[in-house]
């Protein structure tokens, strides 16, 4: 995104209005560039009322839970996921 955009909702969510939205799982890691927008969102999510859990592994990089079944950490997020799913739904 240019940078004139790098605020606008529609670019980024860390700068919605959440209101409204359901329960929401988000998984970041902790070496990775944008984990300061994650724990953004998070307080964003707690300011607008939203049930959000944040689950950030250290030394982990963007999409690590996609890595499974390599990464132990990667199969513990999916686990977290299954549970995190069954107790919303």
Partial sequence: AESNQLADPLVSPIHCDLTGL??????AGGAEM???D????KANAD????DMTLSIESE???VWPAIAPWEPA???????AAEWLDSVI
Avoid: E, N, Q, Y
């Fill in 74 to 80: 990667s199969k513990r997020a999916l686990t977290t």
């Fill in 22 to 27: 359901p329960p929401m799982l988000v998984f």
């Fill in 60 to 62: 982990m990089m963007h």
């Fill in 38 to 41: 994650s724990v953004r969102l």
């Fill in 34 to 36: 944008i984990l300061d």
């Fill in 47 to 50: 300011r607008d009322g939203i």
